[in-house]
């Protein structure tokens, strides 16, 4: 199916915070990994969200181009043909945004959907994060509020972050200390703020000590109750209709029974990266061990063409991706889910 509108994609979150079940957002920097996304989804009957962030834009463009607009939509141009070969919705998205990378990734995405638009052409992307977890929770709402009011405009969710999430991903830091614990209280206040834009569509990446990258067993400690409180804040506050979209950073690593529990509370998108750049790469260094007399010229030998041919490795690194996200899908429960055909 041609990729999630936006009226597919809020059909999908419902569907997902109806049933008690979560998309994996998988992370690509090319075409191979982005179909290896549509491959392990398909395989799965399940929808799901690829998404794209500035660095992994930047490098689809190439390393002279080095543009993050144009390769976050080349990857979305190929989505788009690709995903109507598939018998799944999926929905494209960009990843962390912080405030001072606004005006070089997700602005400059959100006028060419605007341009789009006008000449009749649908959204490329269905959804963009902005990610204020860097300012203070007001200046981080100021400038929400009036990102989502134009992503409302253009049919495009937006994510918003309130709390830190650990770690590093793309070489930003997330630091650490209380700010890893979302309060009920960062939420009622993004709830307030934001269901001020009538009818707008968002999604909070609560923060409940996760952290991006995979650490040792023990150095993560996982608080989901943290989501289940603030959840039930927001709608002793303002109802039930008020309770959040949640959104799970940092994913790879994560037990299946924590991400259980997430769901319970409210999770619908657990972003996972690392865990399927490794399932990627595992295979291919297998290939070069047991081939390195073929991936290499050895001592004046010429090597092995059907080994070193990119497309002899990067076909198994799309298969063991899809094999994670597959095995992503079934702890998200999300098997079978998919809304194509008329859904579950
Ligand atoms: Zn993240």
Do not use: W
Request: charged share 25%; hydrophobic share 40%.
């Amino acid at each position: 199916m041609p990729a999630a509108d936006y009226k597919t994609y809020c059909r999908m979150i419902d569907h997902a915070l109806e049933k008690k079940f979560a998309y994996p957002a998988i992370n690509v920097t090319s075409l191979t990994t982005a179909n290896g996304v549509l491959k392990g989804l398909a395989e799965s009957k399940s929808d799901g969200i690829i998404q794209v962030s500035t660095g992994g834009a930047a490098f689809a463009s190439g390393l002279t181009v080095k543009d993050m607009p144009l390769g976050a939509i080349s990857i979305a141009e190929h989505v788009h043909r690709a995903a109507a070969r598939y018998p799944i919705y999926v929905a494209l998205h960009t990843d962390h945004c912080q405030a001072k990378m606004l005006d070089q990734f997700v602005v400059p995405l959100i006028e060419e959907t605007e341009k789009r638009r006008a000449g009749g052409l649908p959204n490329l992307f269905n959804s963009h994060m902005f990610d204020g977890s860097d300012l203070s929770l007001n200046e981080n709402l100021d400038v929400a509020v009036k990102l989502l009011e134009r992503c409302h405009k253009n049919e495009i969710i937006l994510e918003v972050e309130a709390g830190v999430v650990g770690g590093e991903e793309d070489g930003i830091s997330g630091g650490g200390g209380e700010k890893l614990y979302t309060t009920p209280e960062d939420m009622l206040e993004v709830y307030r703020r934001l269901s001020g834009i009538k009818g707008a569509r968002y999604l909070l990446a609560a923060t409940f000590g996760n952290v991006h990258g995979v650490y040792k067993p023990g150095a993560v400690k996982l608080k989901p109750a943290i989501l289940k409180a603030g959840q039930e804040t927001v709608e002793k506050a303002y109802g039930k209709q008020a309770r959040f979209g949640l959104v799970f950073h940092g994913g790879s690593g994560s037990a299946p029974e924590e991400i259980r529990e997430a769901i319970d509370y409210g999770v619908v998108k657990m972003n996972i990266d690392t865990d399927t750049q490794y399932a990627f790469t595992r295979p291919i260094v297998d290939h070069m061990m047991k081939h390195y007399d073929g991936v290499l010229k050895i001592e004046g030998d010429v090597g092995n063409k059907a080994k070193y041919d990119p497309r002899s490795y990067m076909k198994l690194g799309e298969a063991s991706l899809a094999e994670r996200v597959k095995r992503a899908v079934t702890e998200l429960g999300g098997v079978g889910t998919t809304l194509f055909g008329g859904g579950r």
